[in-house]
């Protein structure tokens, strides 16, 4: 068990080293840069379509939904009687 904690502290130091060193500011050298050793320079070469712009669909807004009922009908009742009691006529 000891082994194994001094192997895992020994791994994460050697990691952390090599991190750092990854890290570290260094001069680029980007094979364009001066060709390939002869002397001859070699753009880069980019294999893609060129970028295709397309403009927005338009954006139609409809209306908000009208809440519309219509009146209610009114309706004439004609005079009647209603058990002992004489109705004039009246709109419902």
Do not use: N, Q
């Not at 680029?28 to 712009?53: F, M, S």
Request: charged share 10%.
């Amino acid at each position: 068990m000891a082994i194994l904690k001094r192997l895992g502290t020994v791994a994460a130091i050697a990691g952390l080293a090599a991190i750092g060193v990854a890290a570290t500011p260094h001069e680029a050298k980007a094979w364009w840069r001066g060709g390939w050793g002869v002397g001859v320079w070699i753009p880069p070469v980019v294999v893609a379509p060129p970028p295709v712009y397309y403009a927005p669909p338009p954006v139609y807004y409809t209306p908000p939904p009208v809440a519309y009922y219509p009146a209610p009908r009114r309706v004439w009742i004609p005079p009647h009687w209603e058990g002992p009691y004489w109705i004039r006529g009246h709109w419902s």
